[in-house]
Structure formats: C-alpha cells, structure tokens
C-alpha cells in the first residue's frame, strides 16, 4: 500500500493486537465452536450481536485447551446483560 | 592571553608612570588615550568573549534539544494519540467498561490476500458482520497449505478506510507472528476485535458504514522484514 505515489500522504500505521497472537489451533480441537458460530452467523444474516454466546463458547474452548490465556469475560467485552438479550432472542 | 595580560601591565605601568609624574598634563587626552582605548579594548574583548559564549551555548542547547526530542515526541504522542499512536492506555479497563452503542450497525468486511510467492490458500470465512461500536466481534480466516513442505507465513493488516483504522481496535489475532503451517494441513485463525466507541464522535466517520478489513500473508524467511514499523514486532 506504501509505493512512491504515496509519499506525503498519511500512512496506515497497523498496530500490534492488544493480547497478542492466538496460537493456531493445528488440531482443530475447537472446530465445532467455530461451525456453531459461523451457522449462527449464517442464520441471523452475519449479525454479531445476535451471536456472542456461540463467541464466547468458542473463546471458551480455546482457554480450555490453552489456545488462549484466561481471561475473565468483561475484559473480553462479554457482559452478562448482552448474553441474556441475546438468549431472549433466540 | 598572556600576551594581552602582558599588554595591560605594559599599559598599567605606563598609565601609572604618567600618574606619578607630577605633569600637569596628567588630563590630557593624549596620555589618557592609551587607556581609554585599553578600557575600550577589554571591554570589546569581554563583549566578543561573552557574545561567543551565548552563541556557543545556543549552539549545545539546540543539539541538545534535537537529540532530546525523540522520546519526547514519541512520550507526547503516546499520551495524546496524536496521530494514531496507539498510547499505553489499561486495554483491559477500557474493553470491560465499553457499552455498544446498539443504534449503528456497521458491516465489516473481511478481505484476504496473499503474496505473490507465497502458496497458501487464504480466505476469509465470512464476507461480511454487522457489528456495533463497542461490542467484540469474532471473525474467521482460514488458512491451507497445499504444498508438501511446511511453510511459514506471517501476516500484516490494513484497514479501509483511512480514518477508521485508530478506531478499529484488536484484542486479539494472528498477524505478525509467525505462523507454521505443516503440509496439507488446514487451520481456522480468529480475529477477535471491536470498533471503540469513541467512532461516534468523529465527524469524520457520519458517513462510514461499512468498513474493509484486509489482511495479507508473506512467506517468512530468513532475514524477511516484513512491511510493517519495527515496534509492531
């Protein structure tokens, strides 16, 4: 994205993620989690807010088979108010 | 300076030998003159000296400052976010204290690129996800080595537009580390991320609805610096 014409112009400076890399998940031990999540998305038209339950299961999954460092869920952003509207809504 | 003390004493010896001369002509100017020069003398010559010793410490002072100047401008952009800066503010509180702000929906697009030498087959799972600013959203990539040796990738991202990227925050992903995957094998790789809140205040982002995020894996080799500034790293 940064070629000659660019100079001068602001530059898209990409910033480290805040935790660090997921590790990869070579044995796929969380893959149901993930096709649970991905057919929520697919059956709420890619809405995110319909499906943080199936998120947080698969953030979940991965803390379990430490994929991720543990972490409580309101640093993650996972309230319990929005957990509930989302169950309501099913 | 010796030469000059030896020049005031040379003249202090005369001016007093004129002094203790009982000569009437002890005013006249024309024994007064050497003096009067010589006072004017060193008087210019401390005025030289003390002018070339303002310029000499303005000279150290702006060095000084220029070398000073790095981390003070990198402290200062890290305190006010001038610039995109990303400052060391607590994550944690912040992502834990955010409310959605339910009344802007935003689709996020998801793109995947991959360089030209490198073989994976790289795609995003999803196209798109409605998302709302201050909620974490989780997205999908996948990633597949067909080759028969294991390769190692290692990505760099971009957001579109421009002026959403200090917005766009990431809690956590795979880019710039390095990834191995082993041949034939097929890996799913999360981006959990969400918009800051503070995307509502801009006047800039009124019209921004929906929002590309790009990502792009290079092999990593040997001695690969990948196109990205050194404290991503």
Redesign the interface.
């Known amino acids: ?2 070629t000659a014409m660019t100079f001068g112009q ?1 530059q ?11 590790p ?3 044995d ?1 031990v ?2 149901k989690s ?1 096709i649970k ?2 057919n929520c ?1 697919f059956n709420n ?5 319909m499906c ?1 339950v199936e ?1 947080k299961d ?2 979940a999954c ?1 803390m379990e088979h430490n994929l ?1 460092a543990k972490e ?1 869920w ?5 309230k319990d108010g ?1 957990l509930e509207i989302s169950e309501k809504k099913k | 300076m010796n030469r000059l003390a030896c020049m005031n004493r040379s003249f202090f010896r005369v001016f007093n030998q004129n002094v203790n001369s009982k000569s009437k002509l002890l005013c006249a100017p024309k024994y007064g003159a050497p003096t009067v020069y010589l006072v004017r003398a060193t008087h210019e010559q401390k005025k030289t000296r003390s002018t070339m010793n303002y310029m000499i410490a303005l000279g150290v002072m702006t060095v000084g400052l220029s070398y000073a100047a790095v981390p003070l401008y990198r402290i200062f952009c890290q305190a006010y976010s001038y610039g ?3 400052g060391h503010s607590d ?2 509180e912040s ?2 204290k ?1 409310q ?1 702000v ?1 009344d802007r ?1 935003l689709k996020i697009r998801f793109n995947a690129d991959v360089a030209s030498s490198m073989q994976w087959n790289f795609k995003p ?8 600013p201050g ?4 997205a ?1 990539y996948t990633a597949r080595n067909p080759t028969d040796k294991p390769v190692v990738g290692i990505s ?4 579109i537009p ?1 002026e959403a ?1 200090q917005y766009f ?9 390095e ?4 041949p034939h ?1 097929k ?4 981006v ?1 991320f ?1 918009i800051d809140p503070e995307f509502m205040e801009d006047p800039r982002m009124e019209y921004v609805d929906e929002i590309v995020l790009s990502y792009t894996f290079f092999e990593a080799k040997e001695g690969f610096k990948l ?3 050194s404290y ?2």
Do not use: W
Not at chain 2, 135 to 138: K, P, Q, S, V
Not at chain 2, 187 to 190: H, I, T
């Open positions: 994205m940064s602001k898209f400076i990409p910033t480290p993620p805040d935790k660090g890399s997921f990869l998940d070579h796929g969380c893959k993930m999540y991905m998305l038209d890619s809405n995110n807010s943080r998120a698969y953030l991965r991720m409580d309101s640093k993650l952003g996972f929005d | 995109g800066t990303v994550a944690d992502v834990s955010m959605a339910k929906p799972q999803q196209g798109d996800i409605t998302v709302v909620e974490t959203a989780l999908f760099t991202y971009n957001v421009f990227g925050n990431k809690i956590q992903c795979f880019c710039f580390e990834q191995q995957l082993n094998e890996v799913d790789m999360p959990f969400y196109p990205v500034p991503a790293k």
